[in-house]
């Protein structure tokens, strides 16, 4: 079991997206340089002064690497601090130390927050040296000595809360792009199946009439190659599609023109409004499935979440090269989906699709969900 767990450990990847350095770090590291001045000017019980203020500045400057460079930052610095230790075991001298050393708490987060496994464990052998040769160097007992530990090592078990937090949650995000690609990937089966079988039905009629109507059956050929580039034209505006299994539904999938029948079935409270403009008969259906699960998914949020909404305004309109999805309701203006997974199945689609997605609270009151997605019209408009 603990071979299993170290094994595991190894193989951890580095968490991804360690964010650089930000105002946050700049600011920290300019307040501990001016610290670690000022006890070096002021402190008269330094030991090692010019030590001492070299190592403390080192140190400071260093945070600014901490979540990048996290293995190298905590060789550095602790290494140092086991190098300086051994030395006062040694010489038998007086420890030194600022008050501004404190800062090392910080890396043993950085370490475990954002290191890989591998970095994670060489890191934790150097804290570990230098915590041991520390209190042997300034030993003045055990209660002080384990609150030491527990001070310097709760950083690192922070982190480690942090990083199962993350990983957790964007295991979750990636359940459900996966979830919502699948959706998508049976609606195009949908789609490409209704095109393959009218190919098929044409093809056989063509080959009935073939004999006796060589003209029909040139006409259905050239009806073959209008649905088989069409088809194609589906395929590949989802190239990107994937889907666990090969399964799919053969039901029709649900357009734009049941958005009306999806605002009935709300009911009366909160009332739903429905408002169509453009041309939308030769939607694509890709688009107008895309359209109908986002509505879908914004309706029944603002129906769960938007406290005392009375009404909930859906409006789609058509432009030359893109169609526009808005749906707004007059609720009070709180944060939606709180723990949930909604805005990001909905902005997955939309993205798949080549569009962009919006959804935030309106400055006046209630909340908003705006999607625009480049037009795609069906195979009888082209």
Same mark, same amino acid.
């Given at each position: 079991?603990?071979?299993?767990?170290?094994?595991?450990?190894?193989?951890?990847?580095?968490?991804?997206?360690?964010?650089?350095?930000?105002?946050?770090?700049?600011?920290?590291?300019?307040?501990?340089?001016?610290?670690?001045?000022?006890?070096?000017?002021?402190?008269?019980?330094?030991?090692?002064?010019?030590?001492?203020?070299?190592?403390?500045?080192?140190?400071?400057?260093?945070?600014?690497?901490?979540?990048?460079?996290?293995?190298?930052?905590?060789?550095?610095?602790?290494?140092?601090?086991?190098?300086?230790?051994?030395?006062?075991?040694?010489?038998?001298?007086?420890?030194?130390?600022?008050?501004?050393?404190?800062?090392?708490?910080?890396?043993?987060?950085?370490?475990?927050?954002?290191?890989?496994?591998?970095?994670?464990?060489?890191?934790?052998?150097?804290?570990?040296?230098?915590?041991?040769?520390?209190?042997?160097?300034?030993?003045?007992?055990?209660?002080?000595?384990?609150?030491?530990?527990?001070?310097?090592?709760?950083?690192?078990?922070?982190?480690?809360?942090?990083?199962?937090?993350?990983?957790?949650?964007?295991?979750?995000?990636?359940?459900?792009?996966?979830?919502?690609?699948?959706?998508?990937?049976?609606?195009?089966?949908?789609?490409?199946?209704?095109?393959?079988?009218?190919?098929?039905?044409?093809?056989?009629?063509?080959?009935?009439?073939?004999?006796?109507?060589?003209?029909?059956? #040139?006409?259905?050929?050239?009806?073959? /190659?209008? =649905?088989?580039?069409?088809? $194609?034209? +589906?395929?590949?505006?989802? *190239? %990107?599609?994937?889907?666990?299994?090969?399964?799919?539904?053969?039901?029709?999938?649900?357009?734009?023109?049941?958005?009306?029948?999806?605002?009935?079935? #709300?009911?009366?409270?909160?009332?739903? /409004?429905? =408002?169509?403009?453009?041309? $939308?008969? +030769?939607?694509?259906?890709? *688009? %107008?499935?895309?359209?109908?699960?986002?509505?879908?998914?914004?309706?029944?949020?603002?129906?769960?979440?938007?406290?005392?909404?009375?009404?909930?305004? #859906?409006?789609?309109?058509?432009?030359?090269?893109?169609?526009?999805?808005?749906?707004?309701?007059?609720?009070?203006?709180?944060?939606?989906?709180?723990?949930?997974?909604?805005?990001?199945?909905?902005?997955?689609?939309?993205?798949?699709?080549?569009?962009?997605?919006?959804?935030?609270?309106?400055?006046?009151?209630?909340?908003?969900?705006?999607?625009?997605?480049?037009?795609?019209?069906?195979?009888?408009?082209?």
């Amino acid at each position: 079991m603990v071979r299993n767990a170290v094994r595991s450990l190894l193989a951890e990847p580095r968490a991804p997206d360690a964010p650089r350095r930000v105002w946050r770090d700049w600011v920290l590291v300019v307040g501990l340089l001016t610290a670690v001045v000022l006890e070096g000017v002021l402190r008269e019980d330094v030991v090692w002064r010019p030590v001492a203020v070299v190592v403390a500045g080192a140190t400071a400057c260093a945070l600014l690497w901490r979540r990048t460079r996290p293995l190298a930052v905590v060789a550095a610095v602790f290494g140092t601090l086991i190098v300086v230790n051994v030395v006062t075991l040694i010489s038998g001298n007086a420890t030194f130390g600022l008050y501004s050393m404190i800062c090392v708490v910080l890396l043993p987060y950085s370490l475990v927050r954002w290191a890989s496994g591998r970095e994670i464990l060489i890191g934790l052998v150097f804290v570990l040296v230098a915590l041991v040769l520390g209190i042997a160097s300034d030993f003045t007992g055990y209660g002080e000595a384990a609150a030491g530990s527990m001070f310097l090592l709760s950083p690192a078990t922070l982190g480690a809360a942090f990083r199962y937090r993350w990983t957790a949650r964007n295991r979750e995000l990636g359940q459900v792009r996966l979830r919502e690609r699948e959706l998508l990937a049976r609606e195009l089966h949908d789609t490409v199946a209704h095109h393959v079988s009218a190919i098929v039905i044409r093809a056989q009629a063509g080959r009935a009439v073939a004999a006796t109507r060589p003209d029909a059956a #040139v006409d259905a050929l050239a009806i073959i /190659e209008a =649905e088989g580039t069409r088809t $194609l034209a +589906e395929m590949r505006a989802m *190239v %990107g599609v994937l889907r666990d299994d090969g399964t799919a539904a053969l039901a029709p999938q649900p357009g734009v023109a049941d958005l009306e029948r999806l605002a009935r079935s #709300v009911g009366e409270r909160p009332r739903v /409004e429905v =408002e169509l403009s453009g041309d $939308l008969d +030769e939607l694509g259906p890709t *688009v %107008g499935a895309a359209i109908y699960r986002i509505a879908q998914e914004s309706i029944t949020n603002a129906v769960r979440h938007a406290r005392q909404a009375t009404r909930i305004d #859906v409006r789609l309109t058509s432009y030359d090269d893109s169609v526009r999805l808005t749906v707004r309701d007059d609720g009070e203006a709180t944060s939606r989906n709180p723990g949930g997974y909604g805005l990001v199945g909905m902005t997955e689609r939309a993205t798949l699709l080549g569009g962009t997605l919006a959804a935030g609270p309106d400055p006046d009151r209630g909340w908003s969900v705006d999607v625009v997605l480049p037009l795609q019209r069906s195979a009888s408009g082209r």
